[in-house]
Every structure is written in structure tokens, then in C-alpha cells.
């Protein structure tokens, strides 16, 4: 496949965001905080009235899309801006865009949107896709 | 975003040690799992999925979340937030190999924003090391700490 400066790869896109896996991250990060796992505690604290995406979640959004876009390669680097919450249950999606080709390397920006509210993280990427 | 000159200072952690004192091992059990959590598969290579730069580092560094909070004077329970999170790898990661962690508090500033009043923006370093002692990532994340008494 041919890859050029200002194109728009396949998004990755999350239909629903899982609460369940939130408790599965709860785990994997040994980090129990109830934001993510109990509505009652998001009550609580003011922030709504959905379960809150843990932070390392979304970049895995992000990195789906840009391991999908360039099957083989691997990422070299990526700076994540935390933007907004993703809340449990709603549909978000990732879209990476190339910025710059060279040779062995290729720099993409990555927007990641939830669908009711628009941008909720943004990245910047470099992939190697050759050996 | 501005410095909160007339505040007084958050603690002193720069230079805090966050040296890990245990391995971490991404079983390929769990790989899978956290792949599929995220709508993928595992890889077929038995490289792990990137994102456990960001798992692998937070539980094997020296402290807990609410540990490293508490360092900064930070109740976990008020609510930290992340800002940024950037990795640098040096090679993928792979399942079933131990890893251990080294790294450090880089800074802790008092500033003022419009949206979140006054907070503390946290810095900190860690870098996932092979057995051997090659560095595999080099992780900068910078956490937003609001101190919602000092508004």
C-alpha cells in the first residue's frame, strides 16, 4: 500500500464502551479507583452519571487504529493529550492521519472522538514500518 | 495556564525515586484479555499489546498510585487526572519475559487554569527495563492534581 502526507486511514471505531472492561483494567493496572467501576461513585463526586473510561484505555484505542492501518509495523513513539472523559457505554472513534512519509518511517496524528461529544484525546505517532 | 506565584508551594518531590522492586511479566493470558478488552486480538509473534508500556510501568514502579499521590501531598480520592502519557520504545514488548522498572518524580508545580482553578501538575519518568538492563521504553506522564482548597 501506498502511503502519502494528508491521508486519512480507516478509523477504529468502539460501538459501545465496555463497563465490564473497565473492571478488567481496574485489575490489570492494580489501581481500584471507583470512577471506573461504580456509577454511585461518579455520582458522588459530581462527575455524571456513566462509569469513566480509564486514561490508558483510550491510547489502546488509538494504538488499534494505527497497528490496523500499518499491518506489520510497529510504533517507534506516541504523545497522548488527555482532552475529555470517555464515559461507559458510548460509541468513540479513532482516526489516524499521516503527516509526514520517510523512509522506514511514516508520522501520523491521531484524533480520538467520542460520537456524542467530539474530541476527547488527540496523539501524535511514528510508526516503523520496515525492519 | 499560569504559575500560582502567590501560592504557597507544593512539596518537594522532584528527584523522588520510582525505581520498581519488583519484575513484571506480561503473561500471554492476560495479553489477550487486555487485547480483546480493547476490541483486538493478541498478536501471533508473542509481542504484547503497546499499551502495557503504560500497565507495566504502573504496577511495577516503586509506589502505588495512591502512594505517589500521597508523596505529593494529593488525597487519591480527590480525583487525579491524566494530562499526557509519551513513550519512546526501544523494541516491542513481549509476553512472558520479565521486565523491571526504574524512574523518577521529574516535577511537581503549582499553576492556575481556567478550567480547573489551582492544581499541581506532576511529572514523573519510568523507564521498563529487560533483565539484561537494555531499557525496552522510556514513559513520560505528566498527571493533573487539583487542589480544590487552594481555589
Known sequence: MTYIAGQVLPPFVVTRVDPEAMKEWAVFLEDPNPIHIDVAAVRAKGLGDRVINQGPINVAYMMNALLRAFPGSRIKSMSTRFLDNVYGEEKVIATPRIDAVAAGHITCSISLESAERGLVCSADAVMITSP | ?151
Open chain 2, 1 to 151: 495556564m499560569s504559575t500560582a506565584d502567590d501560592l504557597p508551594p507544593p512539596v518537594a518531590v522532584a528527584g523522588l525515586s520510582l525505581d520498581g522492586h519488583r519484575l513484571y511479566t506480561i503473561t500471554a493470558a492476560q495479553n489477550a484479555e487486555l487485547c480483546r478488552s480493547t476490541g483486538g486480538e493478541p498478536a501471533v509473534d508473542g509481542s504484547a499489546h503497546p499499551v502495557y508500556y503504560y500497565v507495566a510501568t504502573q504496577v511495577a514502579m516503586g509506589m502505588t498510585v495512591a502512594g505517589l499521590c500521597a508523596a505529593c501531598d494529593f488525597d487519591v480520592n480527590d480525583g487525579p487526572m491524566m494530562g499526557t502519557s509519551e513513550v519512546q520504545f526501544a523494541a516491542s514488548l513481549m509476553t512472558d519475559v520479565p521486565y523491571r522498572v526504574s524512574g523518577e518524580v521529574l516535577s511537581l508545580e503549582r499553576k492556575r487554569s481556567r478550567k480547573l482553578g489551582v492544581m499541581d501538575v506532576l511529572t514523573y519518568r519510568l523507564r521498563l527495563h529487560g533483565l539484561d538492563g537494555d531499557c525496552v521504553l522510556t514513559t513520560d506522564n505528566v498527571w493533573i492534581l487539583p487542589r480544590k482548597n487552594l481555589a
